[in-house]
T-cell receptor
Framework: DSGVTQTPKHLITATGQRVTLRCSPR?????VYWYQQSLDQGLQFLIQ???????AKGNILERFSAQQFPDLHSELNLSSLELGDSALYFC??????????????FGPGTRLTVL | GESVGLHLPTLSVQEGDNSIINCAYS??????FIWYKQESGKGPQFIID?????DKRQGQRVTVLLNKTVKHLSLQIAATQPGDSAVYFC???????????FGKGTRLHILP
């Protein structure tokens, strides 16, 4: 158990809908990262937050947005969902400045299925 | 596109043998590398890392080798066990960048 929690574990929805994925980092970790993993693909970095502020942005679509709250939990919002958005979404956290050399601890993921 | 890639998508190894998983990278500015293990239904788990000022680092039953000349990284697992069955990802951090870039993964299959 990494200490990172994600809810829900599974999510099934329809095209055009909007969903919110939630992540709670390890106790004391200030950085949260979001990744998308499609079937048999590697992890695509979406976005990183550090202590409430956006720190780095990757291949995140404009239909997707995220935020980190004062209690350091984070939410990833996915809107106008398309079939191709079906994937595993992982959250990771790290302890300090959120630099690329910090060890990232991953949550168990949320499996999103868009029908 | 991604600069980190893997030579083989699937590797089958006899239980008890050593496993070697390879990874190539293309960005000479990458100076930190990590190996992650992802078991079925779980999130990636950190195994071992190495910085570019080293060419070898050892952990418990795992060794990472870095060859900067040919931009190649490998993960060696000694005495492979059934519990080592997983997908292994290499990842890199480019100097000065906040994010890490993952390769596509190699599936390690253990033969009885």
């Amino acid at each position: 158990d990494s200490g990172v929690t994600q809810t829900p574990k599974h999510l099934i929805t329809a095209t055009g809908q909007r969903v919110t994925l939630r992540c709670s980092p390890r106790s004391g970790d200030l950085s949260v990262y979001w990744y998308q993993q499609s079937l048999d693909q590697g992890l695509q970095f979406l976005i990183q937050y550090y202590n409430g502020e956006e720190r780095a942005k990757g291949n995140i679509l404009e239909r997707f947005s995220a935020q980190q709250f004062p209690d350091l939990h984070s939410e990833l919002n996915l809107s106008s969902l398309e079939l191709g958005d079906s994937a595993l979404y992982f959250c990771a956290s790290s302890s300090s400045g959120g630099r690329g050399t910090d060890t990232q601890y991953f949550g168990p993921g949320t499996r999103l299925t868009v029908l | 596109g991604e600069s980190v890639g893997l030579h083989l998508p699937t590797l089958s190894v006899q239980e008890g043998d050593n496993s070697i998983i390879n990874c190539a990278y293309s960005n000479s500015a990458s100076d930190y590398f990590i190996w992650y293990k992802q078991e079925s239904g779980k999130g990636p788990q950190f195994i071992i890392d190495i910085r570019s000022n080293m060419d070898k680092r050892q952990g418990q039953r795992v060794t990472v080798l870095l060859n900067k000349t040919v931009k190649h990284l490998s993960l060696q697992i000694a005495a492979t066990q059934p519990g080592d069955s997983a997908v292994y990802f290499c990842a890199e951090n480019i100097r000065g960048d906040d994010k890490i870039i993952f390769g596509k993964g190699t599936r390690l299959h253990i033969l009885p």
